[in-house]
C-alpha cells in the first residue's frame, strides 16, 4: 500500500513527470519564444481589419497554425510524453517541423511586410501590421535556429535535452 494515494489510486499514473532540463536548453527557451512570438504576430493582425485584405489570410493561417502545434510539441516535451512514443523518430519529426515552419514564416514574413501600406486610412491597424511583421521576423528566426539546433540533435553533433530525451528512450 506503500505506492497508493489514500484514494487507492497509484500516485506515479496519476502525475506525468515535468521535464525542467528540457524548459531550460536551447531547444526548450527556443520553443517558448516562438510560442509567444507567434501568439504576437497573429493577436496583432487579429486586432486589424484583416479580413479585407486576402494577403493577411496566409499570414494568420501560418502564424496560428504554428502556434498550436509548437505549443502541442513543447507540452510533448515537458511532460516527456516523447517517452512513451519511443517508435516515432522526435528528432526527426522536430527538425522537419521546424524546416516547415521556417519556409512558411519566410513566406508570412514577406507577405505580411508587403501588405503593410503607410497610407492606410487607419493608423492602428498599420502601426499593428508593422509590428506584426517585426515578430514575424523574429519568429522566422527563431524557427531558423531550432531547425540548425534540431538537425545537430538528429545527426547527434552535440548535445542538449531534448536529445538526451529523444534518444534515450530504453
Not at 77 to 82: E, V
Not at 130 to 143: D, E, G, H, K
Request: proline content about 3%; charged content about 5%; glycine content about 6%.
Amino acid at each position: 500500500m506503500a505506492g497508493l494515494s489514500r484514494s487507492g489510486s497509484p500516485r506515479a499514473a496519476a502525475l506525468p513527470a515535468l521535464d525542467g532540463a528540457f524548459a531550460l536548453s536551447p531547444l526548450g527557451g527556443l520553443m517558448c519564444a516562438q510560442a509567444v512570438l507567434g501568439l504576437l504576430v497573429w493577436t496583432l493582425i487579429a486586432d486589424t481589419t484583416y479580413y479585407l485584405h486576402a494577403a493577411y489570410s496566409w499570414v494568420m493561417f501560418v502564424s496560428i497554425f504554428f502556434w498550436i502545434v509548437t505549443v502541442l510539441f513543447f507540452m510533448t516535451y515537458l511532460l516527456q510524453l516523447q517517452l512513451k512514443f519511443y517508435v516515432v523518430p522526435w528528432s526527426l519529426v522536430l527538425m522537419i517541423f521546424n524546416a516547415v515552419a521556417t519556409v512558411l514564416y519566410i513566406t508570412a514574413f514577406i507577405t505580411c511586410a508587403a501588405a503593410v501600406q503607410p497610407t492606410s486610412w487607419r493608423q492602428w491597424d498599420y502601426n499593428r501590421r508593422a509590428a506584426a511583421s517585426f515578430f514575424a521576423c523574429l519568429t522566422m528566426v527563431a524557427y531558423g535556429v531550432s531547425t540548425f539546433l534540431s538537425f545537430r540533435a538528429w545527426k547527434g553533433l552535440g548535445s542538449n535535452a531534448a536529445t538526451s530525451q529523444v534518444t534515450d528512450h530504453a
